[in-house]
């Protein structure tokens, strides 16, 4: 496709419930971001993948959230037991390379999540 | 945490006005962006400046960084209604892949 999509666009789910999220990168960009943003708020970094490189899952606040990634494709973000404080809005990006000195990053639309 | 801190926190504006914002960081970089967000959702990229530029333009977009002060502003020519949304800077540290964003100017230009 053209540019970065994600998937669902909104969710609601039920506190303690499962979610996953999905992101589909711009074909042939090897770097893949995931960050949440809360309501008036800037962008959080959660995790990073570059190619097969193990992933920087630095910003990830708890262990309720993971994510994976096959190759340089689809990638999931996926958040256990959720809870209200994960409300927010899921934004997925990737960029061509990352040791390019311009790496500029293209972003989905978003997935809105609200935990009831 | 957050390595930028936009400047103000939200701006009004009647069209056709020029908006400025600004934005500070606190270590030392390999570029900084300016992105734009409608309603809360996807980032649009507006323009890149390295670490070796003072300077740049994209039509109606001017760029400025002062790597002494660890400081850039962007500004907006001729402020149009679309132009409403949120602009965010974000810095690429140096030996760091990761953008680190600022929390955001909120831009409202009145028709």
């Known amino acids: 496709g053209a540019g970065v999509s994600q998937s669902p666009s909104n969710k609601v789910t039920e506190k303690g419930k499962d979610v996953e999220l999905r992101c589909d990168p711009i074909?042939?960009?090897?770097?893949l971001y995931w960050y949440r943003q809360r309501l008036g708020q800037g962008l959080e970094f959660l995790i990073y993948?570059?190619?097969?490189?193990?992933?920087?899952k630095s910003g990830l606040p708890s262990d309720r959230f993971s994510a994976e990634r096959t190759g340089e494709s689809v990638s999931t973000l996926t958040i256990q037991r959720t809870q209200q404080e994960d409300s927010a809005v899921y934004l997925c990006?990737?960029?061509?390379?990352?040791?390019?000195?311009?790496?500029?990053?293209?972003f989905g639309p978003g997935t809105r999540l609200t935990v009831l | 945490s957050q390595q930028g801190e936009e400047d103000p926190q939200a701006l009004s504006i009647q069209e056709g006005e020029n908006a400025t914002m600004n934005c500070s960081y606190k270590?030392?970089?390999?570029?900084l962006q300016w992105y734009r967000q409608n309603s809360g959702r996807g980032l649009v990229h507006l323009i890149l400046?390295?670490?070796?530029?003072r300077e740049k333009h994209s039509g109606r977009l001017r760029v400025t960084l002062d790597t002494s002060k660890k400081s850039s502003s962007l500004l907006i020519t001729a402020s149009r209604a679309a132009d409403t949304a949120s602009y965010f800077c974000?810095?690429?540290?140096?030996?760091?892949?990761?953008?680190?964003f600022g929390a955001g100017t909120t831009v409202t230009v009145r028709a």
């Open positions: 974000a810095t690429e540290s140096l030996n760091d892949y990761k953008l680190s």
């Open positions: 993948f570059q190619g097969n490189s193990a992933p920087d």
């Open positions: 074909s042939g960009h090897t770097a």
């Open positions: 400046i390295r670490s070796n530029e």
């Open positions: 990006a990737s960029s061509l390379n990352t040791y390019d000195v311009a790496n500029t990053q293209y």
């Open positions: 270590t030392s970089i390999n570029n």
